[in-house]
Protein backbone atom coordinates (compact mmCIF):
# COMPACT_ATOMS: atom_id res chain seq x y z
CA UNK A 1 0.00 0.00 0.00
CA UNK A 2 1.29 3.39 -1.33
CA UNK A 3 1.61 6.08 1.42
CA UNK A 4 0.02 9.16 1.31
CA UNK A 5 -0.22 12.80 2.83
CA UNK A 6 -3.35 14.25 3.71
CA UNK A 7 -4.58 17.24 5.44
CA UNK A 8 -7.63 16.89 8.02
CA UNK A 9 -9.29 18.86 10.20
CA UNK A 10 -10.38 17.75 13.79
CA UNK A 11 -12.32 19.68 16.28
CA UNK A 12 -11.23 19.73 20.14
CA UNK A 13 -12.44 21.30 23.28
CA UNK A 14 -9.48 21.62 25.77
CA UNK A 15 -9.23 23.67 28.71
CA UNK A 16 -5.70 25.46 29.92
CA UNK A 17 -4.71 27.93 32.19
CA UNK A 18 -3.26 31.31 31.33
CA UNK A 19 -0.29 32.41 32.76
CA UNK A 20 -2.06 34.54 35.22
CA UNK A 21 -4.01 31.66 36.56
CA UNK A 22 -1.49 29.86 36.68
CA UNK A 23 0.60 32.31 39.00
CA UNK A 24 -2.92 33.06 40.63
CA UNK A 25 -3.16 29.38 41.97
CA UNK A 26 0.41 29.55 43.12
CA UNK A 27 -0.25 32.67 45.33
CA UNK A 28 -3.20 31.76 46.92
CA UNK A 29 -1.66 28.95 49.03
CA UNK A 30 0.95 31.35 50.63
CA UNK A 31 0.71 32.58 53.84
CA UNK A 32 1.43 36.34 54.98
CA UNK A 33 4.53 35.99 55.15
CA UNK A 34 5.04 33.80 52.27
CA UNK A 35 3.60 36.88 50.08
CA UNK A 36 5.91 39.56 51.83
CA UNK A 37 8.81 37.59 50.46
CA UNK A 38 7.36 36.76 47.05
CA UNK A 39 6.22 40.54 46.45
CA UNK A 40 10.00 41.31 47.33
CA UNK A 41 11.24 39.04 44.82
CA UNK A 42 9.21 39.90 42.16
CA UNK A 43 9.80 43.79 43.09
CA UNK A 44 14.01 42.85 43.04
CA UNK A 45 13.60 40.46 39.61
CA UNK A 46 11.28 42.73 37.63
CA UNK A 47 12.72 46.08 36.52
CA UNK A 48 9.21 46.52 35.17
CA UNK A 49 7.38 46.59 38.43
CA UNK A 50 7.47 49.34 41.09
CA UNK A 51 6.15 50.07 44.79
CA UNK A 52 4.29 53.35 44.37
CA UNK A 53 4.61 54.41 48.19
CA UNK A 54 7.31 53.47 50.75
CA UNK A 55 6.46 50.15 51.81
CA UNK A 56 7.71 47.93 54.80
CA UNK A 57 9.47 45.25 52.53
CA UNK A 58 12.07 48.07 51.71
CA UNK A 59 12.33 49.92 54.74
CA UNK A 60 12.85 46.67 56.55
CA UNK A 61 15.00 45.22 54.10
CA UNK A 62 17.51 48.72 53.98
CA UNK A 63 17.65 48.75 58.15
CA UNK A 64 18.76 44.73 57.99
CA UNK A 65 15.01 44.28 60.38
CA UNK A 66 11.86 42.50 60.34
CA UNK A 67 8.72 44.81 60.51
CA UNK A 68 8.21 42.35 63.91
CA UNK A 69 12.03 43.66 64.98
CA UNK A 70 11.37 47.40 64.10
CA UNK A 71 7.93 46.67 66.60
CA UNK A 72 9.75 45.42 68.75
CA UNK A 73 12.27 47.85 69.36
CA UNK A 74 10.21 50.54 70.78
CA UNK A 75 10.03 48.76 73.88
CA UNK A 76 12.61 49.74 76.89
CA UNK A 77 13.56 46.29 77.15
CA UNK A 78 12.11 42.43 76.36
CA UNK A 79 10.44 42.74 80.08
CA UNK A 80 8.10 45.62 78.53
CA UNK A 81 7.07 43.61 75.95
CA UNK A 82 3.49 42.26 76.05
CA UNK A 83 2.97 38.76 75.78
CA UNK A 84 0.68 38.98 72.86
CA UNK A 85 3.96 40.36 70.76
CA UNK A 86 5.90 36.72 71.48
CA UNK A 87 2.71 34.50 72.02
CA UNK A 88 -0.16 33.43 69.91
CA UNK A 89 -2.39 31.13 71.23
CA UNK A 90 -3.11 27.54 69.09
CA UNK A 91 -6.88 28.30 69.64
CA UNK A 92 -7.77 25.33 71.63
CA UNK A 93 -8.35 25.59 75.63
CA UNK A 94 -6.08 22.26 76.40
CA UNK A 95 -3.11 23.56 74.43
CA UNK A 96 -0.42 25.73 75.56
CA UNK A 97 1.03 28.48 73.70
CA UNK A 98 3.48 28.46 71.10
CA UNK A 99 7.15 28.72 72.22
CA UNK A 100 8.55 32.50 70.30
CA UNK A 101 12.25 30.98 70.07
CA UNK A 102 13.54 30.65 66.22
CA UNK A 103 14.22 26.93 65.10
CA UNK A 104 17.70 25.75 64.91
CA UNK A 105 19.68 25.53 61.59
CA UNK A 106 19.96 21.97 60.82
CA UNK A 107 19.53 19.87 57.81
CA UNK A 108 15.92 19.17 57.29
CA UNK A 109 14.08 16.44 55.92
CA UNK A 110 13.66 17.56 52.40
CA UNK A 111 17.30 18.39 51.92
CA UNK A 112 18.60 15.01 52.98
CA UNK A 113 16.10 13.33 50.31
CA UNK A 114 17.29 15.74 47.72
CA UNK A 115 20.67 15.25 47.88
CA UNK A 116 20.48 11.25 47.99
CA UNK A 117 17.96 12.19 44.65
CA UNK A 118 20.89 13.81 42.90
CA UNK A 119 23.40 11.33 43.97
CA UNK A 120 20.88 8.27 42.43
CA UNK A 121 21.81 9.49 38.99
CA UNK A 122 18.42 10.83 38.25
CA UNK A 123 17.60 13.70 35.91
CA UNK A 124 14.81 16.26 33.96
CA UNK A 125 11.71 15.43 34.70
CA UNK A 126 11.96 12.35 36.60
CA UNK A 127 14.56 13.84 39.44
CA UNK A 128 12.23 16.98 39.46
CA UNK A 129 9.03 15.08 40.00
CA UNK A 130 10.94 12.62 42.88
CA UNK A 131 11.86 16.14 44.48
CA UNK A 132 8.69 17.69 44.30
CA UNK A 133 7.24 14.13 45.85
CA UNK A 134 9.89 14.55 48.32
CA UNK A 135 8.34 18.55 49.19
CA UNK A 136 5.28 17.18 49.67
CA UNK A 137 5.69 14.95 52.93
CA UNK A 138 4.43 15.93 56.08
CA UNK A 139 6.47 16.11 59.18
CA UNK A 140 6.75 12.50 59.48
CA UNK A 141 7.92 11.57 56.16
CA UNK A 142 4.46 10.13 54.96
CA UNK A 143 2.66 11.02 52.11
CA UNK A 144 -0.37 11.73 53.12
CA UNK A 145 -2.02 13.17 50.08
CA UNK A 146 -3.43 11.17 46.91
CA UNK A 147 -1.10 10.60 44.21
CA UNK A 148 -2.86 12.56 41.22
CA UNK A 149 -3.84 15.33 43.70
CA UNK A 150 -0.02 15.70 44.11
CA UNK A 151 0.48 15.14 40.47
CA UNK A 152 -2.19 17.93 39.71
CA UNK A 153 -0.08 20.25 42.08
CA UNK A 154 2.92 19.19 40.33
CA UNK A 155 1.78 20.43 37.01
CA UNK A 156 -0.12 23.12 38.41
CA UNK A 157 3.33 24.52 40.11
CA UNK A 158 6.03 23.69 37.79
CA UNK A 159 4.69 22.92 34.52
CA UNK A 160 6.37 19.51 34.09
CA UNK A 161 3.78 16.88 33.03
CA UNK A 162 4.28 13.54 34.02
CA UNK A 163 2.01 10.46 33.30
CA UNK A 164 0.78 8.32 36.94
CA UNK A 165 3.09 5.33 35.91
CA UNK A 166 5.99 8.45 36.48
CA UNK A 167 4.44 9.20 39.39
CA UNK A 168 4.34 6.13 40.63
CA UNK A 169 8.21 4.86 39.67
CA UNK A 170 9.46 8.44 41.23
CA UNK A 171 7.74 7.40 44.54
CA UNK A 172 8.91 4.01 44.47
CA UNK A 173 12.16 5.64 44.22
CA UNK A 174 11.83 7.98 47.15
CA UNK A 175 10.58 4.78 49.58
CA UNK A 176 13.80 3.27 48.78
CA UNK A 177 15.88 6.19 50.40
CA UNK A 178 17.10 7.02 54.15
CA UNK A 179 15.16 6.58 56.36
CA UNK A 180 13.27 3.91 56.19
CA UNK A 181 9.87 4.18 56.04
CA UNK A 182 9.42 7.60 54.10
CA UNK A 183 7.03 8.07 51.66
CA UNK A 184 4.96 5.72 53.48
CA UNK A 185 0.66 6.29 53.17
CA UNK A 186 0.03 5.48 56.68
CA UNK A 187 1.58 3.85 59.83
CA UNK A 188 1.12 0.26 58.78
CA UNK A 189 3.12 0.86 55.54
CA UNK A 190 5.96 2.60 57.29
CA UNK A 191 6.54 -0.24 59.50
CA UNK A 192 6.89 -2.68 56.64
CA UNK A 193 8.72 -0.16 54.25
CA UNK A 194 11.77 -0.70 57.72
CA UNK A 195 11.11 -4.44 57.98
CA UNK A 196 11.66 -5.45 54.58
CA UNK A 197 15.39 -3.93 54.51
CA UNK A 198 16.11 -5.94 57.27
CA UNK A 199 17.60 -9.42 57.04
CA UNK A 200 15.73 -12.61 56.72
CA UNK A 201 15.08 -14.01 60.20
CA UNK A 202 12.16 -15.56 61.71
CA UNK A 203 11.02 -12.63 63.36
CA UNK A 204 11.42 -10.49 61.01
CA UNK A 205 8.99 -13.14 58.81
CA UNK A 206 6.81 -13.38 61.79
CA UNK A 207 6.91 -9.33 62.12
CA UNK A 208 5.98 -8.92 58.75
CA UNK A 209 3.24 -11.34 59.07
CA UNK A 210 1.80 -9.48 62.16
CA UNK A 211 1.66 -6.19 60.11
CA UNK A 212 0.56 -7.34 56.81
CA UNK A 213 -2.13 -9.66 57.61
CA UNK A 214 -3.03 -8.39 61.41
CA UNK A 215 -2.20 -5.26 61.96
CA UNK A 216 -5.89 -4.52 63.40
CA UNK A 217 -5.13 -7.11 66.33
CA UNK A 218 -1.69 -5.75 66.95
CA UNK A 219 -2.87 -2.20 67.03
CA UNK A 220 -5.42 -3.02 69.65
CA UNK A 221 -3.21 -5.10 71.44
CA UNK A 222 -5.16 -8.26 71.72
CA UNK A 223 -2.44 -10.42 71.65
CA UNK A 224 -4.16 -14.04 72.53
CA UNK A 225 -6.19 -13.38 69.50
CA UNK A 226 -3.13 -12.62 67.14
CA UNK A 227 -1.04 -15.59 69.12
CA UNK A 228 -4.22 -17.98 67.57
CA UNK A 229 -4.61 -15.92 64.34
CA UNK A 230 -0.92 -16.24 63.01
CA UNK A 231 -0.22 -19.65 64.53
CA UNK A 232 2.65 -18.37 66.50
CA UNK A 233 4.01 -19.87 69.88
CA UNK A 234 4.27 -17.35 72.83
CA UNK A 235 8.02 -16.37 72.43
CA UNK A 236 7.97 -15.93 68.89
CA UNK A 237 5.30 -13.06 69.28
CA UNK A 238 7.08 -11.78 71.76
CA UNK A 239 9.98 -11.74 69.99
CA UNK A 240 8.09 -10.16 66.61
CA UNK A 241 6.51 -7.72 69.06
CA UNK A 242 9.71 -6.66 70.36
CA UNK A 243 11.22 -6.16 66.66
CA UNK A 244 8.19 -4.28 65.68
CA UNK A 245 9.05 -1.70 68.97
CA UNK A 246 12.48 -1.26 67.92
CA UNK A 247 11.26 0.14 64.35
CA UNK A 248 10.41 4.27 63.89
CA UNK A 249 7.06 5.02 63.42
CA UNK A 250 7.94 9.05 62.46
CA UNK A 251 10.83 8.61 60.41
CA UNK A 252 10.98 12.12 59.31
CA UNK A 253 10.22 13.66 62.55
CA UNK A 254 13.90 13.48 63.70
CA UNK A 255 14.83 16.25 61.27
CA UNK A 256 15.31 19.82 61.92
CA UNK A 257 12.31 21.29 60.27
CA UNK A 258 9.69 18.75 60.67
CA UNK A 259 6.12 19.39 61.23
CA UNK A 260 6.91 17.22 64.48
CA UNK A 261 4.63 18.82 67.48
CA UNK A 262 7.74 20.43 69.43
CA UNK A 263 8.20 22.23 65.49
CA UNK A 264 4.80 23.52 65.89
CA UNK A 265 5.33 24.64 69.27
CA UNK A 266 8.14 26.74 67.66
CA UNK A 267 6.69 28.23 64.99
CA UNK A 268 5.60 32.04 65.06
CA UNK A 269 2.10 32.14 63.54
CA UNK A 270 1.71 35.74 61.29
CA UNK A 271 -2.48 35.77 61.50
CA UNK A 272 -3.56 36.22 57.57
CA UNK A 273 -7.20 37.72 59.08
CA UNK A 274 -8.48 39.59 62.19
CA UNK A 275 -11.96 39.37 63.17
CA UNK A 276 -13.28 41.54 66.39
CA UNK A 277 -16.53 42.10 67.91
CA UNK A 278 -19.00 45.44 68.30
CA UNK A 279 -21.90 44.14 69.93
CA UNK A 280 -23.52 41.40 67.38
CA UNK A 281 -21.69 42.91 64.62
CA UNK A 282 -18.34 41.15 63.21
CA UNK A 283 -15.60 43.21 61.87
CA UNK A 284 -13.22 41.29 59.10
CA UNK A 285 -9.56 42.90 58.59
CA UNK A 286 -6.64 42.00 56.52
CA UNK A 287 -3.20 42.98 57.25
CA UNK A 288 -1.87 44.58 54.53
CA UNK A 289 1.54 44.76 54.76
CA UNK A 290 2.09 45.00 50.74
CA UNK A 291 2.73 47.95 49.17
CA UNK A 292 1.21 49.27 46.47
CA UNK A 293 2.48 47.79 43.11
CA UNK A 294 2.39 49.78 39.68
CA UNK A 295 4.06 49.67 35.86
CA UNK A 296 7.26 51.59 35.83
CA UNK A 297 6.81 54.63 34.02
CA UNK A 298 9.66 54.02 31.00
CA UNK A 299 8.62 50.60 30.32
CA UNK A 300 4.67 52.03 29.03
CA UNK A 301 5.24 51.34 25.32
CA UNK A 302 1.87 50.40 24.01
CA UNK A 303 2.56 53.06 21.79
CA UNK A 304 4.96 51.69 19.90
CA UNK A 305 4.96 48.85 17.18
CA UNK A 306 7.95 46.82 16.35
CA UNK A 307 8.01 46.78 12.85
CA UNK A 308 10.06 45.72 10.15
CA UNK A 309 12.36 48.73 9.57
CA UNK A 310 13.56 48.67 12.98
CA UNK A 311 16.80 47.79 14.24
CA UNK A 312 17.14 44.77 15.23
CA UNK A 313 18.76 45.88 18.34
CA UNK A 314 15.81 48.04 19.35
CA UNK A 315 13.21 45.61 18.24
CA UNK A 316 15.15 43.39 20.65
CA UNK A 317 14.78 45.92 23.49
CA UNK A 318 11.19 46.80 22.70
CA UNK A 319 10.54 43.04 23.01
CA UNK A 320 12.17 42.39 26.55
CA UNK A 321 10.63 46.14 27.47
CA UNK A 322 7.28 44.27 26.28
CA UNK A 323 7.61 41.30 28.16
CA UNK A 324 8.45 42.48 31.57
CA UNK A 325 5.75 44.56 31.63
CA UNK A 326 3.17 42.15 30.59
CA UNK A 327 4.99 40.13 33.63
CA UNK A 328 4.61 42.56 35.70
CA UNK A 329 1.14 43.83 35.02
CA UNK A 330 0.29 39.76 35.10
CA UNK A 331 1.81 40.13 38.53
CA UNK A 332 -0.17 42.31 40.03
CA UNK A 333 -3.72 41.20 38.49
CA UNK A 334 -2.69 37.67 40.34
CA UNK A 335 -1.72 39.47 43.74
CA UNK A 336 -5.49 41.85 43.77
CA UNK A 337 -7.06 38.07 42.95
CA UNK A 338 -5.43 36.34 45.50
CA UNK A 339 -6.74 39.12 47.82
CA UNK A 340 -9.98 38.85 46.46
CA UNK A 341 -10.78 35.50 46.80
CA UNK A 342 -9.12 34.98 50.54
CA UNK A 343 -11.54 37.90 51.86
CA UNK A 344 -14.52 36.17 49.95
CA UNK A 345 -13.86 32.91 51.52
CA UNK A 346 -13.04 34.45 54.97
CA UNK A 347 -16.19 36.14 54.89
CA UNK A 348 -17.83 33.46 53.61
CA UNK A 349 -16.79 31.24 57.12
CA UNK A 350 -17.30 33.99 59.11
CA UNK A 351 -20.97 34.75 58.27
CA UNK A 352 -21.30 30.31 58.27
CA UNK A 353 -19.82 30.65 61.85
CA UNK A 354 -21.13 33.78 62.94
CA UNK A 355 -21.96 32.20 66.71
CA UNK A 356 -18.56 30.96 67.17
CA UNK A 357 -16.89 34.10 66.36
CA UNK A 358 -19.07 36.14 68.53
CA UNK A 359 -18.81 33.85 71.73
CA UNK A 360 -15.50 31.71 70.99
CA UNK A 361 -16.93 28.64 72.02
CA UNK A 362 -16.34 25.48 70.21
CA UNK A 363 -19.51 24.24 70.51
CA UNK A 364 -21.10 26.65 68.73
CA UNK A 365 -19.49 25.90 65.47
CA UNK A 366 -21.80 24.27 62.70
CA UNK A 367 -21.45 21.85 60.32
CA UNK A 368 -19.47 22.81 57.37
CA UNK A 369 -17.37 21.36 54.59
CA UNK A 370 -16.04 23.24 51.41
CA UNK A 371 -18.61 22.19 49.16
CA UNK A 372 -20.57 24.85 51.76
CA UNK A 373 -18.51 27.94 50.95
CA UNK A 374 -17.37 26.70 47.23
CA UNK A 375 -21.46 27.60 46.99
CA UNK A 376 -22.08 30.27 48.94
CA UNK A 377 -18.59 32.55 47.16
CA UNK A 378 -18.69 30.86 43.66
CA UNK A 379 -15.31 29.32 43.85
CA UNK A 380 -14.45 26.04 42.57
CA UNK A 381 -13.73 23.30 45.88
CA UNK A 382 -10.31 23.11 44.77
CA UNK A 383 -9.85 26.70 44.91
CA UNK A 384 -11.54 27.05 48.47
CA UNK A 385 -9.39 23.97 49.83
CA UNK A 386 -6.06 26.32 48.49
CA UNK A 387 -7.35 29.73 50.31
CA UNK A 388 -7.84 27.99 53.44
CA UNK A 389 -4.68 25.75 53.47
CA UNK A 390 -2.10 27.41 56.36
CA UNK A 391 -4.05 30.43 56.81
CA UNK A 392 -4.88 31.70 60.38
CA UNK A 393 -7.51 34.02 61.95
CA UNK A 394 -6.87 36.21 64.85
CA UNK A 395 -9.73 36.03 66.99
CA UNK A 396 -10.31 37.26 71.01
CA UNK A 397 -9.81 33.99 71.79
CA UNK A 398 -6.83 33.16 70.06
CA UNK A 399 -5.60 32.23 66.85
CA UNK A 400 -7.03 29.58 65.07
CA UNK A 401 -6.40 27.74 61.64
CA UNK A 402 -9.31 28.14 58.68
CA UNK A 403 -9.53 24.23 58.38
CA UNK A 404 -10.52 24.50 62.03
CA UNK A 405 -13.43 25.81 61.14
CA UNK A 406 -14.88 22.36 59.02
CA UNK A 407 -16.36 20.20 60.34
CA UNK A 408 -18.61 16.99 58.91
CA UNK A 409 -22.47 16.30 59.66
CA UNK A 410 -23.28 12.82 61.20
CA UNK A 411 -25.91 12.37 59.44
CA UNK A 412 -27.17 14.73 56.49
CA UNK A 413 -30.56 15.75 58.94
CA UNK A 414 -28.31 16.68 61.61
CA UNK A 415 -27.92 20.20 62.62
CA UNK A 416 -24.89 19.15 64.97
CA UNK A 417 -21.29 19.27 64.02
CA UNK A 418 -18.47 16.97 65.11
CA UNK A 419 -16.67 18.84 67.44
CA UNK A 420 -19.84 18.88 69.48
CA UNK A 421 -20.53 15.70 69.28
CA UNK A 422 -16.60 14.99 70.27
CA UNK A 423 -17.28 17.10 72.85
CA UNK A 424 -20.01 15.23 74.72
CA UNK A 425 -18.20 12.04 74.21
CA UNK A 426 -15.36 13.43 75.84
CA UNK A 427 -17.93 14.14 79.02
CA UNK A 428 -19.32 11.14 79.01
CA UNK A 429 -16.00 9.49 79.50
CA UNK A 430 -14.88 11.90 81.93
CA UNK A 431 -17.80 10.87 84.30
CA UNK A 432 -17.59 7.55 83.53
CA UNK A 433 -16.73 4.70 86.33
CA UNK A 434 -12.96 3.85 85.56
CA UNK A 435 -13.47 0.08 86.79
CA UNK A 436 -16.36 -0.06 84.03
CA UNK A 437 -15.96 2.00 81.36
CA UNK A 438 -18.48 2.65 78.55
CA UNK A 439 -18.23 1.03 75.60
CA UNK A 440 -18.91 2.04 72.19
CA UNK A 441 -22.05 0.56 72.35
CA UNK A 442 -23.05 2.00 75.26
CA UNK A 443 -21.89 5.39 74.63
CA UNK A 444 -23.95 5.09 71.19
CA UNK A 445 -26.95 4.80 73.43
CA UNK A 446 -25.85 7.68 76.31
CA UNK A 447 -25.47 10.11 73.08
CA UNK A 448 -28.62 9.23 71.41
CA UNK A 449 -30.74 9.92 75.25
CA UNK A 450 -28.63 13.14 74.52
CA UNK A 451 -30.14 13.31 71.28
CA UNK A 452 -27.31 12.69 68.92
CA UNK A 453 -29.19 10.04 66.92
CA UNK A 454 -25.68 8.56 65.27
CA UNK A 455 -24.81 4.94 64.64
CA UNK A 456 -22.14 2.67 66.45
CA UNK A 457 -19.31 3.18 63.74
CA UNK A 458 -19.45 6.59 63.86
CA UNK A 459 -19.49 6.75 67.70
CA UNK A 460 -15.98 4.86 67.27
CA UNK A 461 -14.82 7.03 64.47
CA UNK A 462 -15.08 10.29 66.58
CA UNK A 463 -14.21 8.62 69.85
CA UNK A 464 -10.64 7.55 67.62
CA UNK A 465 -10.49 11.27 66.09
CA UNK A 466 -11.03 12.46 70.21
CA UNK A 467 -7.80 10.36 71.00
CA UNK A 468 -10.19 8.51 73.74
CA UNK A 469 -8.45 4.46 73.60
CA UNK A 470 -11.10 1.85 74.02
CA UNK A 471 -12.90 0.85 77.06
CA UNK A 472 -10.45 -2.10 77.84
CA UNK A 473 -7.69 0.62 77.88
CA UNK A 474 -9.97 2.89 79.84
CA UNK A 475 -9.43 1.39 83.31
CA UNK A 476 -8.01 2.70 86.46
CA UNK A 477 -4.57 0.93 85.48
CA UNK A 478 -4.74 2.03 81.67
CA UNK A 479 -5.18 -1.61 80.70
Known sequence: MEESLKLSQKQQLRQTLSPVQVQYVRLLEMGTAEIEDEVKRELDENPALEASSDDQIRQADAQGETAEQMMLADYRSEDDVPSYRLEAKNGSSDRTFFDPDTRQEGETLMAYLTEQ?????????????AVFLAGSLDGNGYLTRALPLVREDLEVQTGVEVTMDEMRSALDTLRRLDPAGVGASDLRDCLLLQLRRLDPQQDVADATEIITHYFDLFAGMKMDRLMTAASLSESRLKAAIDL??????????????????????????????????DGDRLLLSMPDNLPHLAIEQS????????????PRRDADALAFLKSRRDSAADF??????????????????????????LTDDELKLRPMILKDIAAATGYDISVVSRATQGKYVATAGGVYPLKFFFNERPKSDSDASSLEIMAALRHLVDQENRRSPLSDEALTAALKAQGYDIAR??????REKAGIPVARLRTLHGI
Request: net charge negative; aromatic share 8%; charged share 30%.
Open 117 to 129: LRQSGMDGSELET
Open 244 to 277: IRTLNPKPGATFEGSDSEAEIRAAHITPDFYVET
Open 299 to 310: FDVDNIEISPRM
Open 332 to 357: IKAIGMRRETLWRVMTAIMRHQRDFF
Open 457 to 462: RTVAKY
